[in-house]
């Protein structure tokens, strides 16, 4: 199965952008590339998804490379509630969608 | 919408002892997961079932049994429990060709 490389943590300044970079060498051409989040005492909670064009929500931005091999996930304004750990997970439509998170980014942001 | 739903939220076991887990969705979705994480890591993966009446294994399946009987529910199990299985456990739901998981907010398992 494909896996995803991460840095393990990063800090950004309240009210900045956040780029969120994350590795995926090995990615299949069925693989979609899942972000997720997780905050303090909670379960992780869906970001945003991709397969191969950029794409955007009320959350965040997700920027995929040309050759797939990376993303990055945008946080445009950074506030302090963002503050979790981000996972970046791909999903295998043909592996019955199973998910395998790695330990994920710790953002920090400073206020 | 309730989502997904997991009880109970928090559970002390003597070694020995067994114990099911119970996850229910609202969402009519196909897939359901079991997940544990332990402190300072990520989630692995333990079961997961890919429509009624089907299980497979994750990463971690040793020590746990799931039953998915009705599509809205996935069971986990614990039947002798022990200290290694202390984590925190959470149940997501997927659709087939949609969006990512729903995660219900997890249930705290201590083994003493």
């Known amino acids: 199965d494909a896996k995803t490389t991460q840095p393990n943590s990063m800090e950004s300044n309240e009210e900045e952008p956040v780029h969120l970079p994350c590795n995926h060498s090995t990615i299949s051409g069925t693989d979609y590339i899942h972000w997720y989040r997780q905050l303090p005492s909670q379960g992780p909670e869906y970001v945003i998804h991709g397969l191969t064009s950029n794409v955007n929500n009320r959350m965040a931005s997700l920027a995929i490379a040309e050759d797939r091999k990376s993303s990055t996930l945008i946080l445009h304004r950074a506030t302090l509630r963002d503050a979790a750990v981000y996972y970046c997970i791909l999903r295998d439509r043909n592996t019955g969608n199973q998910f395998y998170f790695g330990t994920g980014t710790s953002l920090t942001v400073i206020p | 919408n309730a989502g997904v739903t997991q009880t109970p939220k928090f559970r002390v076991l003597k070694t020995g002892q067994s114990m099911t887990l119970l996850c229910a969705q609202d969402?009519?979705?196909?897939?359901m997961y079991w997940y544990r994480q332990d402190p300072g890591m990520g989630l692995r993966l333990i079961h997961y079932s890919v429509g009624e009446g089907t299980t497979a294994k994750g990463e971690v399946p040793d020590g746990y049994n799931v039953s998915r009987l009705k599509k809205q529910n996935f069971l986990l199990g614990l039947e002798s429990a022990a200290p290694s299985q202390t984590s925190v456990y959470f149940c997501?739901?997927?659709?087939?060709?949609?969006?990512?998981?729903?995660f219900g907010s997890g249930t705290r398992l201590t083994v003493v």
């Open positions: 997501a739901s997927s659709d087939q060709d949609r969006d990512g998981y729903t």
């Open positions: 969402m009519n979705h196909e897939y």
